[in-house]
């Protein structure tokens, strides 16, 4: 989704939101009045009745009691033709009310403006003020999409009777409070729609005006891209001052590019007429050689990714073995020496890609005057302790002129001591570890050799492969990290073995020639 788009959909939206909040509210304005308005219609009716009923209930004879008095009222209620007439016509004056019925105490309807409803019982319904004090969504739903009438009712007594005699019910229809709030409803939707479309065209206004100065910018990047004048090709932009500001540096960005660009350029035409100068077999070399380093940096980028996307299901697979190791517990103790394997290769395959991974990392070398003797003889040393208790002599003898070289001090050690470890764990039974460094002119050799078991032609041939190992609990890291340490410091190294009589590592590293000192 473009910005253009989420900005667009951002805006319409929240006004949409605004709109659609407006309207529920207008909505309930509309239902509140209508009910309000049929409310007080109702109530108004209802005492009007009682006022009347009442008047024409008395007088009542002396010394008649409640139970005389009830019949003298039903009578009389019953017997009232004019009182149904009265009824119609209060009905007749409201465009909400739609039946009005007068009951007895037993809940039978005495009199009615439907003129079938006198001798039926009153059904009770639901009341009008309590549809009135509902939630909003309750009162709208009520008006727009239900049948049922509401009523209002209005008792009469007898003094010193709880309960009433008679009862005024006026029933309100939703359909005829629906019928006089669609007009307004429609009008509001009218409005709401106008409101809505006026939205969208702003919104999409806005979100043009807003997104101006990006287009801008993002023609300034693509000239830039393409090595053009974006001054030349566009309008300066009239603009805020930070776009404004974000231009100019854009500008000065390309002009460096541009130069940049040039530069790379003559660089490239120097270095083609460069290896046109060199001769056939040593440019076929050179060439190779830079055709192997890419390969090699491609591969290196893709088995990285290969690796982070292993790890990633992995971590998966240790989660959901030890959910099913616990929900199997105590019930399958079969699965469980099965389960255990599992979890162990997980593990042992986690641990090969976290090492390949850091194997893998790019190294920030630190080179510096390295004194490749003292380095050597520090090794020595560290050593000591362990190849005594393995009855192991180490030989060392310190050159007799410092040989200085530029190197990562820390990550030669780390190489040189892989070296040696290794050497002393090929001798079992004991022996002898011999450490040599040589100045050979522009190079400087390291021996390190031992009197182990040695190895085959096969062996020597992987002894530098990440994961390649002799030992029943190596790594097959070791030499790998020692034989990538020795290239990024231009240099070699090679192994000499025969089975039964040792091992010997010749490591061959470049020495700067004015920094040897004599």
Partial sequence: MTLRTRLLALTVAMVAIVALTLIALNINSLVMASLDSALGSSEMAGRQIQSVIMRRLAPVPAGAGVLETKQIWNQRI??????????????????SIVEIDVAGEPGIILASSNPRRPGTPMARRE???????????????????????????VPLGIEGQKTPVLEIQTLVSPVLLRAATLPGLRSLGLASGVALTLAFLLAWWSASLALRPLARIGHLIDDI??????DSKHDKLDAARELAAVEGKLSLLGERFYGARQDAVELR??????????????????????????RLTAINSLTERVAHEIKNPLNSITLRLELLRSRIAGNSPDAEPEIAILSEEVTRLDRVVRTFLDFNRPLNLSFEDTDIGQLVAGISDFLGPEAEQRSITIDFAAPLQPV????????????????AVNSIEAMEAG???TLTVENAGEFCLIRIADTGSGMTPDQQAKIFQLYFTTKPKGSGIGLAMTFR??????????????????????????LNEMTVIA
Avoid: W
């Fill in 78 to 95: 019953t017997d009232d033709k004019d009182l149904a007439a009265l009824l119609e016509q209060s009905m007749a004056q409201s465009r």
């Fill in 127 to 153: 009341d009008l003020r309590a549809l009135r004090t509902a939630s909003p969504i309750r009162r709208i739903l009520a008006i727009l999409s239900e049948s049922d009438d509401y009523e209002t009712r």
């Fill in 225 to 230: 891209v393409n090595g053009i004048d974006g």
């Fill in 269 to 294: 035409t120097n270095l083609d007429h460069a290896l046109e100068k060199l001769d056939a077999g040593t440019r076929r070399q050179l060439e190779g050689q830079i055709a192997v380093a890419r």
């Fill in 404 to 419: 200085i070289l530029k190197g990562d001090c820390g990550l030669l050690r780390q190489a040189l001591l892989n070296l």
């Fill in 431 to 433: 022996g002898k570890l």
């Fill in 485 to 510: 340490a020795v290239q990024l410091h231009g240099g070699t190294i090679e192994v000499k073995s025969e089975t039964g009589k040792g091992t010997e590592f010749v490591m061959k590293l470049p």
